[in-house]
């Protein structure tokens, strides 16, 4: 797994590693006569119920060269109904052709919660029926807080997108609002005295996050022009990579030894 913990309807990814040890290349595809995929998962809930997976999984043939290994990743949520709240056991199941065999990968655990919400906002026109609401909540762990947005269908109630921003120190508030384009805005203090500022569209596109520090006298706030433009006022742009390269180039000339000329 990719984590242990995830917020409901986040991606919930595992991946199987496979090492061919056999001597020869080999083969794996889905038997003609059994249909059955040649990989499988196994996931229990809380109480010990199997899940039932939510439509067929359909995996092409792969062929591993002796001595090499590969690497499946598969989106447990679409897979499986892994979006409500509790704790879930996974394993895999590795079928062979022929008289291969069956392999059985050792058990992980994962747990789905729901976050704590902190903003909710309608976008959309009700009579096209094309109304989405925006989420933002706030999911601690014993490490870190984290900040969440999701995307819901207000006709269907189908979550359409759900997504980790970042890192968020709760202290302070995230703010957050909409512009003339229903695009969500999402202000969030990152790191002490960085801000961020992500923005995410109605069709569940994230736009990307931008970085800000304080000006002087001032912390970096949302603001929206009368024409519904949102823009970011009172912060000073900030690049967290460009900082981190110059402190490493730093390092490194600090690293030299020192040169004694006599």
Wanted: charge should be positive; aromatic fraction near 8%.
């Amino acid at each position: 797994m990719s984590k242990r913990e995830y917020i409901a309807h986040e991606p919930v990814m595992a991946t199987v590693t496979l090492t061919n040890n056999s001597g020869r290349d080999l083969l794996i595809h889905t038997e003609e006569e059994t249909r059955l995929n040649w990989l499988d998962f196994e996931i229990k809930n809380s109480r010990g119920t199997a899940l039932s997976p939510l439509a067929a999984m359909n995996f092409g043939a792969v062929r591993i060269p002796a001595g090499r290994s590969i690497a499946k990743s598969v989106d447990l949520t679409g897979a499986f109904r892994v979006t409500e709240p509790g704790r879930f056991r996974c394993k895999a199941v590795i079928r062979l052709p022929g008289r291969g065999g069956n392999f059985v990968t050792n058990t992980t655990y994962f747990s789905v919660t729901l976050g704590r919400q902190v903003y909710s906002q309608r976008v959309g026109d009700p009579s096209l029926g094309n109304v989405r609401e925006y989420r933002l909540s706030i999911h601690n762990s014993a490490r870190k807080s984290s900040l969440y947005v999701h995307l819901v269908d207000i006709r269907t109630g189908r979550n359409l997108q759900a997504f980790r921003m970042g890192d968020v120190i709760t202290s302070k508030a995230p703010k957050a609002t909409v512009d003339r384009e229903n695009n969500l805005h999402v202000l969030s203090l990152a790191a002490p005295n960085v801000y961020a500022h992500g923005t995410v569209t109605s069709a569940g596109t994230y736009l990307g996050t931008k970085y800000y520090k304080p000006a002087a006298g001032r912390k970096p706030a949302l603001t929206t022009f009368n024409n519904g433009e949102v823009v970011i006022a009172g912060g000073v742009s900030y690049d967290p990579k460009a900082e981190a390269q110059s402190r490493a180039r730093l390092r490194k000339l600090s690293e030299r030894p020192r040169m004694t000329f006599r």
